[in-house]
């Protein structure tokens, strides 16, 4: 599945609110706190009420801009969410949340969920003592991820790690001087912090049934 390359900072104008925790992006929405485009200051004034389907699709945009996924994907996401015992909403949330590229970049291994996917295509994270390449790949509890040596140096890597930008969830035991991170259990709704209404999300899906 491809990943979003375009302008990060003009898709969180377009919703008005910093999805990722950066400070950069948080001065940029500040700086131009409008929608993108040739006419956003004038959206600015008359955004208007939406509909519950425009919500909707809000937050499920949001969602996929979050956790770097396309709607293909996320939509199989949703059919194995409401599979599993338990509330659809959690449990969509519960898998996104254990992508492997995404525990890379909560680890605090990566900047960005866009800079944890490359590292995770180009080999250099290992599970469990072995190499895996594919960003979707859905971490277990005990499985432990980690840096590959010959990247442990890599002064990117080591520059995230020191500025310790993201809050380790509490379902990740990470070994910050060895780039180790263990899951200790699955991720529950109440440890995932991400700035969307779900229930949204699953009314959305349930319109498209």
């Given amino acids: 599945m491809a990943s979003y390359h375009g302008p990060k900072a003009k898709v969180q104008r377009r919703f008005g609110e910093a999805l990722m925790p950066r400070?950069?992006?948080?001065?940029?929405?500040?700086k131009r706190a409008y929608p993108p485009g040739e006419h956003g200051r004038e959206k600015q004034f008359r955004r208007g009420r939406r509909s519950a389907f425009g919500l909707q699709l809000d937050e499920k945009q949001k969602l996929s801009f979050i956790y770097n996924v396309r709607e293909r994907q996320l939509r199989r996401y949703y059919k194995r969410a409401i599979r599993m015992?338990?509330?659809?909403?959690?449990?969509?949330?519960?898998?996104l949340e254990r992508r492997l590229d995404n525990i890379v970049y909560k680890a605090g291994f990566a900047a960005t969920i866009w800079a944890a996917r490359q590292l995770v295509n180009?080999?250099?994270?290992?599970?469990?003592?072995?190499?895996?390449?594919?960003?979707?790949?859905?971490?277990?509890?005990?499985?432990?991820?980690?840096?590959?040596?010959?990247?442990?140096?890599?002064?990117?890597?080591?520059?995230?790690?020191?500025?310790?930008?993201?809050t380790t969830p509490n379902y990740l035991n990470v070994d910050r001087d060895n780039l180790r991170a263990t899951m200790t259990h699955v991720p529950e709704g109440k440890e995932i912090f991400v700035p969307v209404d779900i229930q949204l999300v699953v009314e959305y899906y349930n319109r498209l049934t």
């Fill in 23 to 30: 400070p950069k992006y948080q001065r940029i929405l500040e």
């Fill in 85 to 95: 015992p338990g509330r659809t909403g959690a449990n969509l949330l519960s898998l």
């Fill in 122 to 166: 180009h080999g250099h994270i290992l599970v469990n003592g072995r190499r895996v390449d594919l960003p979707s790949y859905q971490v277990m509890p005990g499985d432990v991820v980690e840096v590959h040596e010959r990247m442990k140096k890599n002064v990117h890597i080591q520059q995230w790690v020191e500025e310790g930008g993201i």
